[in-house]
Nanobody, 122 residues
Framework: QVQLVESGGGLVQAGGSLRLSCKAS????????MAWYRQAPGNQRVMVAT???????NYADSLKGRFTISRDNAKNTVDLQMNSLKPEDTGVYYC????????????????WGQGTQVTVSS
């Protein structure tokens, strides 16, 4: 089992910045992908950014250039630096991790954090 704990959410004015952090604990070996998702009120949860254990990153197209994901494998953390925030960035941000279960069968365990609220005021 992997536990994910997010921190760093809060209230910020439009144009401001926030940094979210997520720490993984428990049985943390073989964690491949870590990511941030967000869910705005009334909407589905969507991917914000992902990072693999090798450092490859992927971003939602609409967020490229404003958000940066980073990972520290030694500390088992993944951060999300959010700049030039907009009111539409408001939502609950969730940390996500995939842990390899079987290389042969290409299966993995998926874990979610409890979420942290980000509110951007106009």
């Amino acid at each position: 089992q992997v536990q994910l704990v997010e921190s760093g959410g809060g209230l910020v004015q439009a144009g401001g910045s926030l940094r979210l952090s997520c720490k993984a604990s428990g049985t943390i070996s073989s964690i491949d992908v870590m990511a941030w998702y967000r869910q705005a009120p009334g909407n589905q949860r969507v991917m914000v950014a992902t990072v693999t254990s090798g450092g490859s990153t992927n971003y939602a197209d609409s967020l490229k250039g404003r958000f940066t994901i980073s990972r520290d494998n030694a500390k088992n953390t993944v951060d999300l630096q959010m700049n030039s925030l907009k009111p539409e960035d408001t939502g609950v941000y969730y940390c996500y991790a995939e842990q390899i279960a079987s290389v042969t069968f290409r299966t993995s365990y998926k874990y979610w954090g409890q979420g942290t609220q980000v509110t951007v005021s106009s």
